[in-house]
């Protein structure tokens, strides 16, 4: 069972959204929360899988709640899905380099929405259709000079190609296509790559590409 904390300050979200995960087999909404300080209490009581995170909540704001469970080494297991009115929030790009992994907007279909529930628990990245890149443009555009990762030394040059691949927004299947191998292949040096580099999930291994240096602007071919 998926267990779910909810974290917006609109009940009418949240009861929404309760609605339609508690409905299926596999998820339940283990707890709600109206401020970001209230989902940060719910996150240590309850140890969530999944918590969808509005960004902009009063008390604390879900992009801080969202840094403080991903820097707790305790919460390492729990994933965090924002919510967002617009695809291109402003505070996307520092919600993804804060930990999250990954965004959907608001009024993103149900069968989506359930997919990113599930997605998310697998360590898979969730961003909404059609944003992966745009989201790593801005990255990209924003980034700094790399700084030489040593971690980078652990990898096997295929796990070097793999990682620049998803650096650039490519899935398990598209990955598998290029480099002609079956998705369960790409997968494996996907999580492999993640483990050796200590990546929670897939967008924070999109981050340390470009960090690293493996990765440069306009490599979005």
Not at 15 to 43: N, T
Not at 48 to 53: F, G, R, S
Not at 164 to 171: M, N, Q, T
């Given at each position: 069972?998926?267990r779910?904390?909810?974290?917006?300050?609109q009940?009418?979200?949240?009861?929404?959204?309760?609605?339609?995960?508690?409905?299926?087999?596999?998820?339940?909404?283990?707890?709600?929360?109206?401020?970001?300080?209230?989902?940060?209490?719910?996150?240590?009581?309850?140890?969530?899988?999944?918590?969808?995170?509005?960004?902009?909540?009063?008390?604390?704001?879900?992009?801080?709640?969202?840094?403080?469970i991903?820097?707790d080494?305790?919460?390492?297991?729990?994933?965090?899905?924002?919510?967002?009115?617009?695809?291109?929030?402003?505070?996307?790009?520092?919600?993804?380099?804060?930990?999250?992994?990954?965004?959907?907007?608001?009024?993103?279909?149900?069968?989506?929405?359930?997919?990113?529930v599930?997605?998310?628990?697998?360590?898979?990245?969730?961003?909404?259709?059609?944003?992966?890149?745009?989201?790593?443009?801005?990255?990209?555009?924003?980034?700094?000079?790399?700084?030489?990762?040593a971690?980078?030394?652990?990898?096997?040059?295929?796990?070097?190609?793999?990682?620049?691949?998803?650096?650039?927004?490519?899935?398990?299947?598209?990955i598998?296509?290029?480099?002609?191998?079956?998705?369960?292949?790409?997968?494996?040096?996907?999580?492999?790559?993640?483990?050796?580099?200590?990546?929670?999930?897939?967008?924070?291994l999109?981050?340390?590409a470009?960090?690293?240096?493996?990765?440069?602007?306009?490599?979005?071919?």
């Amino acid at each position: 069972m998926i267990r779910v904390l909810l974290a917006d300050d609109q009940a009418l979200v949240r009861a929404g959204f309760k609605a339609l995960l508690d409905a299926q087999a596999d998820i339940e909404v283990a707890g709600e929360a109206a401020d970001g300080e209230e989902a940060l209490r719910g996150v240590r009581g309850l140890r969530p899988d999944v918590v969808l995170m509005d960004i902009r909540m009063p008390v604390l704001d879900g992009l801080a709640a969202t840094r403080r469970i991903t820097e707790d080494p305790g919460l390492a297991e729990v994933k965090v899905v924002m919510l967002t009115t617009f695809e291109m929030d402003e505070y996307v790009f520092e919600a993804i380099r804060s930990g999250a992994s990954g965004f959907l907007v608001k009024d993103t279909e149900p069968d989506e929405l359930l997919r990113a529930v599930r997605a998310v628990v697998e360590g898979d990245a969730l961003l909404s259709p059609g944003v992966t890149r745009r989201l790593i443009a801005e990255f990209a555009a924003r980034s700094k000079e790399p700084v030489a990762a040593a971690s980078l030394a652990e990898l096997t040059e295929r796990e070097r190609e793999v990682m620049a691949l998803v650096g650039i927004g490519l899935s398990n299947e598209e990955i598998a296509r290029r480099l002609v191998v079956s998705p369960l292949t790409a997968k494996t040096h996907v999580s492999r790559t993640m483990v050796k580099l200590g990546a929670r999930d897939r967008a924070q291994l999109v981050v340390f590409a470009y960090e690293s240096g493996l990765v440069r602007p306009g490599w979005l071919g």
